[in-house]
């Protein structure tokens, strides 16, 4: 649950001339902005909390598939070729898991299990790992710290609709700073 956004306002010595208008740069990553004056001194608007980008502008929409009859070889280059680092599992209508990157090495090839006949069932992680939607990025970032995962299924009304990975958390802590 995200507690409500609760602004401050405190007056600030600005001239009209010092600020044109409103300025959305680092100091809206930073948490505060200045409103332009209308009569009077500027105000600046602190937030108490962390600005935050809804999951839905981070996420990646396209979902990459697999069957867990396919075989690790077989899911190996289906990741080659579509440079991700995770395949949702598939089956019978809905997602049964997730196999990645690390299941493969720690789960497949650490255990010497043969890539042409081991299938994808006998390494994935499962169940799937979602969020919902209208999560934060910290949230997010927590829960795949709570369970040791680098991919996070995104769900809307009880509906996978994306994926993230730590990689797009740390592009989107980079830009948008450590909120």
């Given at each position: 649950?995200?507690?409500?956004?609760?602004?401050?306002?405190?007056?600030?010595h600005v001239d009209r001339e010092?600020?044109?208008?409103?300025?959305?740069?680092?100091?809206?990553?930073?948490?505060?902005?200045?409103?332009?004056?209308?009569?009077?001194?500027?105000r600046m608007v602190i937030q108490t909390r962390p600005l935050q980008r809804p999951l839905a502008v981070i996420m990646r929409r396209t979902l990459r598939?697999?069957?867990p009859d396919t075989t690790l070889l077989a899911a190996a280059q289906l990741m080659r070729d579509a440079k991700v680092g995770a395949l949702l599992v598939h089956e019978a209508g809905?997602?049964?898991g997730i196999v990645s990157e690390s299941?493969?090495?720690?789960?497949?090839?650490a255990e010497s299990c043969p890539?042409?006949?081991?299938?994808?069932?006998?390494?994935?992680?499962?169940?799937?790992?979602?969020?919902e939607i209208t999560s934060s990025a910290h949230e997010a970032s927590e829960k795949m710290a709570e369970h040791g995962i680098r991919h996070l299924a995104i769900s809307e009304?009880?509906?996978?609709?994306?994926?993230?990975?730590?990689?797009d958390l740390l592009y989107y802590f980079k830009n948008w700073g450590g909120l």
């Open positions: 649950m995200v507690p409500e956004a609760s602004n401050e306002v405190m007056e600030s010092e600020l044109p208008g409103l300025l959305v740069d680092r100091r809206v990553r930073a948490g505060y902005y200045l409103l332009p004056p209308t009569d009077g001194p500027g598939t697999i069957s809905h997602y049964s299941d493969l090495v720690r789960k497949g090839m890539t042409e006949e081991t299938l994808v069932r006998a390494v994935m992680s499962s169940p799937l790992r979602s969020i009304d009880g509906q996978i609709v994306g994926i993230i990975s730590v990689r």
